[in-house]
């Protein structure tokens, strides 16, 4: 497999907090790789470093071969880098149409909106049923459709799913990873940032963890045990 994305030593603060501490990782075309930690170990923090929201102390970040460290957001989702955030973040008085098509609105993407949008409904065909009604108003699990189909009308070849599953129930987890893989089939790049030790072993071809702002393990998702992934994740 090709390399699509190389993260080498970033850092990241928050003022005077050192949040991602020499993180390096990479992510090679059509594949599946988990970043495992706790609530705090830093994985969102670096997920928004590489997007461009928030500023990389030192560190690069490369894409497709191209240096993109400190582009503007807009340019990296541009580039065909897209983020499911954790929470989702939608427009809750918006119709989850005009939701959907909010993640259109580079050029590149916005003269396929329409196609784009109809192959949102068929990943998630309650959507369609549910296109003229206000986000808020949807369940936890179809919000999360929502989130996920936002950040394919950009027409990613990278997409990073923060926190998918918290907060949904077991049935709802399964058919949203489902989809997941079907994307993956479909070529698409993704990363997977959650907290469940065992799922993310499970959906991921490779996984990395993190611990206090350090990738502390890394490895083949077949070969690590839950154990010592466990043991690095807590820093045991």
């Known amino acids: ?4 994305l ?3 030593g970033i850092d990241v603060f928050y003022d005077d907090f050192q949040a991602v501490q020499q993180a390096s990782f990479t992510v090679n075309k059509g594949e599946i790789v988990s970043l495992i930690g706790t609530n705090g170990a830093g994985k969102t923090t670096l997920m928004r470093a590489i997007g461009g929201v928030l500023p990389i102390s030192a560190g690069k ?12 957001p807009h340019k990296i989702v541009d580039l065909g880098v897209s983020y499911v955030p954790e929470g989702r973040h939608l427009f809750n008085r918006m119709s989850v149409k005009d939701n959907l098509i909010m993640g259109s609105y580079m050029p590149r993407a916005r ?13 998630f065909p309650i959507l369609k049923e549910k296109a003229e009604q206000a ?15 936002r950040a394919l ?3 990613p070849r990278v997409v990073c799913f923060d926190e998918i599953a918290l907060g949904l129930a077991p049935t709802i987890i399964k058919d949203i990873y489902a989809r997941v893989r079907e994307l993956n089939a479909e070529g ?6 959650e907290q469940d030790v065992r799922r993310s072993l499970k959906q991921s ?26 043991k690095a994740y807590f820093g045991m």
Request: negative net charge.
């Open 205 to 230: 071809q490779r996984a990395y963890v993190m611990l206090k702002g350090k990738v502390v393990l890394e490895g083949d998702s077949r070969s690590l045990t839950e154990e010592e992934v466990s």
């Open 6 to 8: 190389r993260v080498e």
């Open 188 to 193: 698409m790049t993704l990363i997977l940032v």
């Open 61 to 72: 970040v490369w894409y497709d071969g191209q240096d993109i460290t400190g582009m503007m």
């Open 1 to 4: 497999m090709s390399e699509i």
């Open 135 to 149: 986000a808020g108003a949807l369940s936890g699990g179809q919000q999360q459709m929502v989130a996920i189909g």
């Open 153 to 155: 009308m950009g027409e």
């Open 111 to 123: 003269k396929n909106a329409k196609a784009n949008l109809e192959k949102v409904y068929e990943l």
